[in-house]
Antibody
Framework: QVQLVQSGAEVKKPGASVKVSCKAS????????IDWVRQAPGQGLEWMGW????????YYAQKFQDRVTMTSDTSITAAYMELSGLDSDDTATYFC??????????WGQGTLVTVSS | DVVLTQSPLSLAVPLGQPASISCRSG???????????LSWFQQRPGQSPRRLMC???NRDSGVPDRFSGSGSGTDFTLKISRVEAEDVGFYFC?????????FGQGTKLEIK
């Protein structure tokens, strides 16, 4: 059973950066690609990109390419998503999810990021 | 990007009655591997999404058999044979065939 545990809620000022963590347990080398998805309040889901925590290879959605960095710590099977240049439109719940053959089998509990002056 | 259009966007159904949600894609979701990577997710209020169905019609473990998925190519449907109170929430389709992955807008299911 794969579990994804995310870091806690954040409040940031416009222009700042935020870094959200996602610790995975129960994954093996070949089946633990982690995707990041966000959901603005009352809105739908938006895919941001993915990272393989074991190799560090990442792929970003074009919309976020200039502002997002996804990294990993292989020693603890953790993935991180850092988003810079925050503005109010980035206020959302950020989810990590385990990507397995084009679907999301497991999800983290979500991290609420609030951008407010 | 592949656009997924869900309908209806909201649905109020009496307990015990059926419900149906449509998800239409702007292009075929058949992957070169032969599979159709269309999934359905349920999101109850205040919770993370939970996968109900992958590859169109493969129900996840623990998902009641009153949920079923069907369709092919560009047209897909999630059906609930008899709505129960615990089914209240948002339902999303997602395609994992083409990059970037995309989601439908979501359908809000309420009890009438």
């Amino acid at each position: 059973q794969v579990q994804l545990v995310q870091s806690g809620a954040e409040v940031k000022k416009p222009g700042a950066s935020v870094k959200v963590s996602c610790k995975a347990s129960g994954c093996t080398f070949t089946d633990c690609r982690i995707d990041w998805v966000r959901q603005a309040p009352g809105q739908g889901l938006e895919w941001m990109g993915w990272i393989n925590p074991y190799t560090g290879v990442a792929y970003y959605a074009q919309k976020f390419q200039d502002r997002v960095t996804m990294t990993s710590d292989t020693s603890i099977t953790a993935a991180y998503m850092e988003l810079s240049g925050l503005d109010s439109d980035d206020t959302a719940t950020y989810f990590c999810a385990r990507d397995h053959w084009g679907t999301f089998e497991d999800w983290g509990q979500g991290t609420l990021v609030t951008v407010s002056s | 990007d592949v656009v997924l259009t869900q309908s209806p966007l909201s649905l109020a159904v009496p307990l015990g009655q059926p419900a149906s949600i449509s998800c239409r894609s702007g292009q075929s979701l058949v992957h070169s591997d032969g599979h159709t990577h269309l999934s359905w997710f349920q999101q109850r209020p205040g919770q993370s999404p939970r996968r109900l169905m992958c590859r169109v019609s493969n129900r996840d473990s623990g998902v009641p058999d009153r949920f079923s998925g069907s369709g092919s190519g560009t047209d897909f449907t999630l059906k609930i044979s008899r709505v129960e109170a615990e089914d209240v929430g948002f339902y999303f389709c997602m395609q994992g065939t083409h990059w970037p992955y995309t989601f439908g807008q979501g359908t809000k299911l309420e009890i009438k």
